[in-house]
């Protein structure tokens, strides 16, 4: 059975930097994609980014533009996603999904993903 397990949320204050970690059990770490959505109230789930399987490549939601990056432990069986410069507009509860069975081309659409985490807030304030 698949279990993701989201931590590292909280409250912090504009600019500063948080690191979120996704604990991932009953999947084999290369054969499934790893990703992080976000959800801020009314809103959609938005894309933030993914760690391809097999190729490890990795790929970012448009509004990233360099201050997220993601990286695997794989001896922890984690995924992090290291979150600088936070802004207002990051506020959301973020999640982690996975799926073995992706096609590259639905890779940022959530319903796409069969695994979820349960979610963990992350609030920036000014």
């Known amino acids: 059975q698949v279990h993701l397990v989201e931590s590292g949320g909280g409250a912090v204050q504009v600019g500063d930097s948080l690191r979120l970690s996704c604990t991932i059990s009953?999947?084999?770490?290369?054969?499934?994609?790893v990703a992080w959505f976000r959800q801020a109230p009314g809103k959609e789930r938005e894309f933030v980014g993914a760690?391809?399987?097999?190729?490890?490549?990795?790929y970012y939601g448009d509004f990233v533009k360099g201050r997220f990056a993601i990286s695997r432990d794989n001896d922890k069986k984690t995924v992090y996603l290291q979150m600088n410069s936070l802004e207002f507009e990051d506020t959301a509860v973020y999640y982690c999904?996975?799926?073995?069975?992706?096609?590259?081309?639905?890779?940022?659409?959530?319903?796409?993903?069969?695994?979820w985490g349960q979610g963990t807030q992350v609030t920036v304030s000014s």
């Open positions: 760690l391809w399987r097999s190729t490890g490549k990795i």
């Open positions: 009953g999947v084999t770490s290369h054969s499934t994609t």
């Open positions: 999904a996975a799926d073995a069975n992706l096609i590259l081309s639905t890779m940022t659409t959530a319903r796409q993903y069969d695994y």
